[in-house]
Every structure is written in structure tokens, then in C-alpha cells.
């Protein structure tokens, strides 16, 4: 774009250096000076090489009102090292409309294609009735390339685009295993279960380039989304009897489980529990496995929110 400097990346970043870039606002958040009255502002900026941490220390209140999260502002400071971590002290700081998307969005356009051929290839292994159906006919619906580019969460696992793909994928596999080991599944029911229980996720969230939830999206949740996406293909297709629909609805109604986890509905069926179940367990696997030392050489992570303690990582 003309009028756009050159790119500085977080990973090229050095104590010292003078800031003069655009940064993707991953989220800010105000404290109270200890020996002082009023605020400052720690916000934590990315682009696609990493993250790093900023802070403005005067005209905190003021300057944040210049930029959200989820937005690209562009950032002028400097380089400090601060208790052996890099940070940037801020001196001005506002939302800008001037950068190159690329600069802060990852799209593996190879892994993206590879993961949605795996999951056609086990779509492809449901047999012949509403379930083949109703999975047939979200793959060729509007939403499945969306769905392919769209991320799973805002922060907690898989929040990148392809994301979704990565997670539905992961949960089919854990239930067609589960399908295989125990009798008395209705694999297909839970193969389509799986595919859709998170589909309301292409509506409840866009990325500007940061992932931010849409209006519909904060209002209504994924969960109502997605009942209303896969209603539409359900009444679209004239697919199933009231029965089966009924049954597809309440297990992408109750994949989270339980109430405190805003899931309207607790899972009834066989099926239903064990879609909750891997839905847990895959995002639960990601998080374990995105943990991070809290310091070079250290045997335990940092806290982690989404885990809820900090992970021992021993020793390799």
C-alpha cells in the first residue's frame, strides 16, 4: 500500500530500537501506578512473527481511547528489555487503515487443503441415509469454505485461520475412534454431530485482521448459530425425519456440557456425551501442547488461564 514503512517485526525487535510500525492489538488492559495517582496501559501487540509486550506510562486513559482490540494501530516507541523480556515503552499509539493484511494473518493454504480432504475422506465413510445427507450437503453449502478459513476461539485453542477446520477434524477422529472401540455408538450420527457442533463459529467471529466476535456473534452465540445453520440445511435439503433432526440439534445444542459452560441444553443421548467429550478432550489436548516455559531452562509454564494452573514440562 502506498504511504505504509516498512514492516518491523516483533521477531527482528531489539533493546534499543526505535518503533515506527503496525501492530495487531491482541487485548489492553489498565493498572494502578502503586506511588501514583492514575493508570497505565499494558497491552500486548502481534504480528505474524510472535507477540510482544507494550506499555504506555503517560496519558494511559487518553491514548487508549485511540484503539481497540482485534484492530492495527500503528505504534511509535521504543525497544527496552525489562526484567530479561523485551517490551515496548509507547509514545503514541493509534488505529490505522494503512497496513498489509499478510503482515499479520497466517493462511497455510497446504495444511488448510490437506485437513479439509481428511475430512471429506471421513465424511465419506458415513453411510447412505440422513446422516451422508446432512454432512453432503454442508460440504457443499456456502458455509463449508468459510468454514475451512475460520478460526476456532479468540484465544484459547486453535485461534488461527484454518482453526476450525483443525479442530472439527480433531473431534471427528476422537469419535470415530470411539466409534471403533465401543459397541452400541451410532458412529454416523456422532461423525455429523462432530462436523457441525462448532459451525455456528463461522458466524460468531470474524478476522480484521484480529479475531473478533461479530454483533450477531455476542448476542446470540455459536451454539444458537450453528442450530440455525444446520436447521436451514436440515429444512433445505428435506432431509431426515423429526426425530433425527431433533437429535442433531440437541447434540450441537449440548456440546459444552454443562449450564456454567453456557451449554442450553446438558447431553441426553449416547451420542451427545461422547461429542462433549471429545470436543473436550481435542481442545483440551491443544492447550497442553501450546504451552510454553515461563522462562528459558524452566520446568513449569506460566499460568495458564484456559488451563486454569501452570503445566509441569519437566525435562526433554
Known sequence: MDGIKKKQFVKDLQPGDIVDSQFLVVNKKYFNFKKAIGKYLVVTLADKTGEIQAKIWDEAEVKGKRFRSGRVVHVIGEVVLFNDLLEIHITDIAETEDYNRDDFVVVDEGRISAMAAELRKIVALIRPGPCRQLADAFLESEWFNLFCYSPAAQSIHHNYPGGLLE??????????????????????LLLTGALLHDVGKVREMAMSPGIEYTDEGRLLGHIVLGIEITSDLLRQNGIGDQEFRTRILHMIASHHGEYEW?????????????LHLADMMDADIYKYQT??????????????????YRVYLGTD
Open 291 to 308: 504451552v510454553e516455559a515461563d522462562e528459558d531452562g524452566s520446568r513449569w509454564s506460566a499460568y495458564r488461564p484456559g488451563i486454569g
Open 262 to 274: 453456557q451449554s442450553p441444553k446438558r447431553p441426553k443421548f449416547l451420542e451427545a456425551r461422547v
Open 167 to 188: 479442530h472439527s477434524l480433531g473431534v471427528m477422529k476422537i469419535c470415530r475412534a470411539m466409534g471403533e472401540q465401543r459397541e452400541g455408538i451410532n458412529t454416523d
